[in-house]
T-cell receptor
Framework: DAGVTQSPTHLIKTRGQHVTLRCSPI?????VSWYQQVLGQGPQFIFQ???????GRGNFPDRFSARQFPNYSSELNVNALLLGDSALYLC???????????FGNGTRLTVT | ELKVEQNPLFLSMQEGKNYTIYCNYS?????LYWYRQDPGKSLESLFV?????AVKQEGRLMASLDTKARLSTLHITAAVHDLSATYFC????????FGAGTRLTVKP
């Protein structure tokens, strides 16, 4: 079975630009979560989607948005990029509320 | 706001030694997870603890959960170099929140 896949793997953007990150969950997983991980820190929760509806939102500005599609894949959008948005963005999926998250390999975003 | 605190944040061990990593959390939750992250890699699930008193073991690692104390421990027995990684605990009252991680280095 394919795991969680994310694209692109690396991305370089300049301040003020917009970025879209993509994620495909494991087949059969209806929940997708997004995390931001800055080097040396734990993953910070951004969004959770379940059955195409937002189930949770972390403490991130409105420049961050996401959506989930009918096939359960998801996009994370970040507008007006700041240098501080440079991080590894992780997507994770799980089957239900009692199961662990399965993480993708992440998208490394660098903002210059 | 939910807080998940791990200690120590950095741990350097000799091979063959035992040690415990602690995870405290600030809200009621019956679900706690441990993950491992190797440098430059993504996170991998190690243990899922779903009730008070739950204990799970895999190889040299054993995790336990005390929901009344809001405390989980990850015990390392007779450490080997391959266990060098960063270990995260995470609590899931509604969405999964992670601690800052414990960076473990096992030296020969």
């Amino acid at each position: 079975d394919a795991g969680v896949t994310q694209s692109p793997t690396h991305l370089i953007k300049t301040r003020g630009q917009h970025v879209t990150l993509r994620c495909s969950p494991i087949s059969g997983h209806k929940s997708v979560s997004w995390y931001q991980q800055v080097l040396g820190q734990g993953p910070q929760f951004i969004f959770q989607y379940y059955e195409k509806e937002e189930r949770g939102r972390g403490n991130f500005p409105d420049r961050f948005s996401a959506r989930q599609f009918p096939n359960y894949s998801s996009e994370l959008n970040v507008n007006a990029l700041l240098l501080g948005d440079s991080a590894l963005y992780l997507c994770a999926s799980n089957r239900d509320g009692n199961s662990p998250l399965h993480f993708g390999n992440g998208t490394r975003l660098t903002v210059t | 706001e939910l807080k998940v605190e791990q200690n120590p944040l950095f741990l350097s061990m000799q091979e063959g030694k035992n040690y415990t990593i602690y995870c405290n959390y600030s809200t009621t939750s019956d679900r706690l997870y441990w993950y491992r992250q190797d440098p430059g890699k993504s996170l991998e699930s190690l243990f899922v603890l779903l009730s008070n008193g739950a204990v799970k073991q895999e190889g040299r690692l054993m995790a336990s959960l005390d929901t009344k104390a809001r405390l989980s421990t990850l015990h390392i027995t007779a450490a080997v170099h391959d266990l060098s990684a960063t270990y995260f605990c995470a609590v899931d009252p509604t969405d999964m929140r992670f601690g800052a991680g414990t960076r473990l280095t096992v030296k020969p």
